[in-house]
């Protein structure tokens, strides 16, 4: 199947790679895996004193469109507030990687991780 660009670029240069210290109080970590492949994802957000996202890093075990899809959302998250990156589509990370129907499935891992981590940082702080 072929990629589309914006999948090559994120697949080929993947931003955000790697992972913040498991004891760090300011993150929230979202494991998540595809039923339909078996891939895994697993995504973190540093959340700054004022409730902004600062940063995010993913580590993904899966197709390019799954690592392409991670590494976009990290870039889409920084700035934004737990509840703006729970409004996160996996319909819009679909959209903006051209993803095709078979692939959809990668894109809403993204989601559901993003959603993950949110969930694990508010029940730190909870
Ligand atoms: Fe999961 Fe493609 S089916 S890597
Ligand atoms: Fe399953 Fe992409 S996450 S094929």
């Known amino acids: 199947m ?5 999948v ?19 993150v929230g970590t979202g494991m998540v895996g ?8 697993k995504l973190q957000i540093k959340v700054g004193s004022d409730g ?10 899966g197709c390019g469109s799954a690592i392409a ?3 976009l959302v990290t870039e889409w ?19 903006e990687l051209a993803l095709p129907p078979v692939k959809i499935h990668c894109s809403i891992l ?7 981590a949110v969930e694990d940082y508010k029940k730190k702080h909870a």
């Open 2 to 6: 072929a990629y589309s660009d914006k």
């Open 8 to 26: 090559l670029d994120h697949y080929e240069n993947p931003r955000n790679v790697g992972s913040f210290e498991k004891g760090d109080d300011e």
């Open 34 to 41: 595809a039923p339909a492949c078996g891939d895994v994802m």
């Open 52 to 61: 902004l996202i600062t940063d995010a890093k993913f580590k993904t075990y």
């Open 69 to 71: 899809s991670s590494s």
């Open 77 to 95: 998250v920084k700035g934004k507030t737990l509840d703006q990156a729970l409004e996160i589509k996996n319909t819009a990370i679909a959209e």
């Open 110 to 116: 993204a989601e559901d991780a993003i959603k993950a």
